[in-house]
C-alpha cells in the first residue's frame, strides 16, 4: 500500500477526519431538521463517526459509503459494536450505486475536494431527492498559493484541487444546486493537527512512514494556516 494520508488516515483509523472534527458535525446537524424518516447518504464515510451519531441520535437510515476498504471494514466493525442498523456501500464518489432521488441528505465530510467534482457533485445532486440538502465540509483556498505551494498541497493531501469559496459556490451552482451558502470554519493549529480527534481505530504494524505523514501533516498545517481554510457548504435546488 502506498504511504499516503488518505492511507495514513485510515490506518490510524481516525474518527472524524475532517477539520472540526465530531463537534462541528453536531453542531452543523444541529441546524437540520432531521427525523428519523430520512434518508441519508454518508459519503466518504470513513470510519463511520458521523454515520453512527446520526443513526444513533436521529434514528434516521443512514447509507455509509467509501472507496477505502480499510476504512469501510472500520466503519463496519463500528456500527457492529454499536448495534447500528447502517447500510455499508463499497462505492466511488463520481459514480454512485444509487437510483436517482434516493436520498433526503448527502453529506460530504472532507471528501469531495478528493474527488473529480465535475463527476461527484451531479452525482451528489442526482442522488438527491427534489427538495434534499447537500452538506458539504471542503478544504477551501482562501490566500493565494504559489504554482509551487499548490503542487505541494495536492502531492500531500491527494486532493483533485484547492478551491477557493466562490469556485466551490460556482461549481455547486453549476450542477443546479441554486442555492448554496457558505460558512468559514476558523481552524485553529491544533483543530488542523488531527483534528481533536480522540477516536482512533489503530491497525496493527503501523510502518514508520505513516508517523512521517502525521508528521508532515502538522508541519504542512501550520505553514499554511493563513492559506488553507475550510468552508461549510450547505446547497439545495
Ligand atoms: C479525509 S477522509 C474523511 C472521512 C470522513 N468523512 C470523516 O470526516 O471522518 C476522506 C474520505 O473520503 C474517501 N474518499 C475519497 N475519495 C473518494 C471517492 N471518490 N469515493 C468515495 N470515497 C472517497 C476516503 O477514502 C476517505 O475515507
Redesign the pocket.
Known amino acids: 500500500m502506498e504511504s499516503t494520508y488518505?492511507n495514513c488516515?485510515?490506518l490510524f483509523g481516525?474518527?472524524?477526519?475532517?477539520p472540526g472534527g465530531l463537534q462541528l458535525?453536531k453542531n452543523i446537524l444541529s441546524k437540520e431538521k432531521i427525523d428519523d424518516t430520512m434518508k441519508i447518504l454518508?459519503?466518504?464515510?470513513?470510519?463511520g463517526?458521523?454515520s453512527a451519531y446520526l443513526s444513533k441520535e436521529y434514528g434516521c437510515q443512514v447509507t455509509a459509503?467509501?472507496?477505502?476498504k480499510i476504512?469501510l471494514e472500520k466503519a463496519k466493525e463500528r456500527f457492529r459494536l454499536m448495534q447500528l442498523p447502517i447500510d455499508t456501500v463499497y462505492?466511488?464518489?463520481?459514480n454512485l450505486p444509487f437510483e436517482d432521488g434516493s436520498f433526503d441528505m448527502v453529506?460530504?465530510?472532507?471528501?469531495t475536494a478528493?474527488?473529480?467534482i465535475s463527476q461527484?457533485i451531479p452525482e451528489f445532486k442526482r442522488v438527491l431527492k427534489p427538495n434534499g440538502t447537500l452538506l458539504a465540509?471542503e478544504m477551501t483556498r482562501e490566500n493565494p498559493v504559489t504554482e509551487a505551494e499548490l503542487a505541494q498541497i495536492i502531492r500531500f493531501y491527494g486532493v483533485k484541487q484547492l478551491l477557493s469559496e466562490p469556485e466551490w459556490c460556482a461549481h455547486f451552482q453549476r450542477a443546479g444546486f441554486n442555492h448554496v451558502h457558505s460558512e468559514i470554519f476558523k481552524l485553529q493549529t491544533d483543530a488542523m493537527n488531527m483534528y481533536n480527534a480522540v477516536d482512533f481505530s489503530m491497525s496493527k504494524d503501523i510502518d514508520d512512514s505513516y508517523f512521517q505523514i502525521l508528521n508532515e501533516h502538522q508541519y504542512l498545517s501550520m505553514i499554511y494556516q493563513d492559506k488553507i481554510g475550510c468552508r461549510i457548504f450547505r446547497c439545495r435546488v
Request: a negative charge.
Open positions: 488518505l488516515l485510515a481516525v474518527g472524524g477526519a475532517h458535525t454518508d459519503v466518504g464515510c470513513g470510519t463517526q458521523t459509503l467509501d472507496c477505502h476504512m462505492g466511488n464518489a463520481e453529506l460530504s465530510e472532507s471528501v478528493f474527488t473529480h461527484s465540509i
